[in-house]
């Protein structure tokens, strides 16, 4: 059988962040400039990626295997000795390593989007979605919120509320994106699931300070949707800076996170965390301030990039 191929887009999250594994609500986007690519191939052939990519691989294959059983659909739907049973997944990924673009999850997606086009299953975005989470939660036992999958899952810009277990998800013109620069450490800090468990914990126990955060963060990104409809990008900005400074009461901040932040608002700019550390988006004035943002952050010894944005949906095809 030939092979298929599925890939999967890093995402920032604007505003919200990280409300959505607390029943709140996220404005996030994708953007085609890296991707997550998984290839399911006939047994034999092809090459893995790595120990860490092989454990998210393991988990999104229990996590698919699990699903067609209880909806007996594609491998559970064939019959034994059938060709497709025998079959390997190949990966390759070149998102930056832990600086908060949710290369993990990415991965889980690709891996569950290929396995669906070799089994020949319709699996809608809610469904792989959900799919993902409860392999990076539950199989992994990481901490985790389901914005990256949500949006990876769809592709593009969406406005996703939590508040129930139905989740409302709105997608949102791209073109009302103000111009943003990505930047990033060279250097991956800790996993995701890490760095969100205490602030977890503490919610739990009634934290009012954690507490108080979530409730903030949610009318951010509420706030956010109005400013873009209408185009208020100062309005915008206001809440980017706002977002980051709520946040940073409750967390801990590392010198490189702290540094991109200060140098970006240095120059004018709004600045937050494109996840949880390690990259941050910056929203200057105007387009004119990009280019500066740009040679500042190189300049410190940081990448940087300007972000295509996922327009409209996701396949998850090759571009």
Request: net charge negative; with cysteine.
């Amino acid at each position: 059988m030939d092979p298929v191929t599925a890939t999967a887009r890093p995402r920032v999250g604007l505003l919200g962040n990280p409300s959505d594994g607390y029943g709140g609500r996220v404005i996030a986007f994708t953007f085609d400039d890296f991707a997550a690519t998984a290839t399911v191939c006939a047994a034999g052939e092809g090459s893995g990626e790595g120990e860490a990519a092989e454990e998210l691989v393991a988990a999104a294959l229990q996590v698919f295997t699990e699903h067609a059983a209880a909806v007996s659909a594609g491998p559970a739907a064939l019959a034994a000795g059938d060709a497709r049973l025998d079959y390997r997944v190949t990966l390759t990924s070149d998102i930056p390593r832990q600086v908060g673009f949710a290369g993990s999850s990415a991965i889980v997606i690709a891996v569950l989007r290929a396995l669906s086009r070799w089994f020949e299953m319709s699996v809608d975005p809610i469904t792989l979605a959900r799919l993902a989470l409860w392999a990076e939660t539950v199989v992994l036992g990481i901490q985790a919120g389901p914005q990256d999958r949500v949006v990876q899952a769809h592709g593009g810009v969406l406005d996703m509320d939590f508040a129930t277990s139905e989740w409302k998800v709105t997608r949102v013109d791209a073109d009302q994106l103000p111009p943003m620069l990505l930047a990033w450490t060279r250097s991956p800090g800790a996993s995701s699931g890490g760095v969100h468990e205490n602030v977890k914990q503490r919610f739990d126990a009634g934290d009012s300070d954690v507490v108080g955060v979530m409730d903030v963060l949610p009318r951010l990104a509420s706030d956010g949707a109005g400013f873009l409809s209408s185009g208020d990008l100062d309005g915008l900005r206001a809440l980017v800076n706002k977002n980051f400074d709520q946040r940073a009461t409750i967390w801990s901040l590392g010198d490189d996170d702290l540094a991109m932040v200060e140098l970006g608002r240095g120059q004018g700019a709004a600045v937050k965390f494109c996840g949880s550390g390690g990259a941050v988006v910056a929203v200057p004035h105007t387009a004119d301030g990009l280019e500066g943002l740009e040679r500042m952050y190189s300049d410190a010894g940081f990448a940087t990039l300007r972000p295509t944005v996922t327009r409209g949906g996701d396949r998850g095809d090759d571009r």
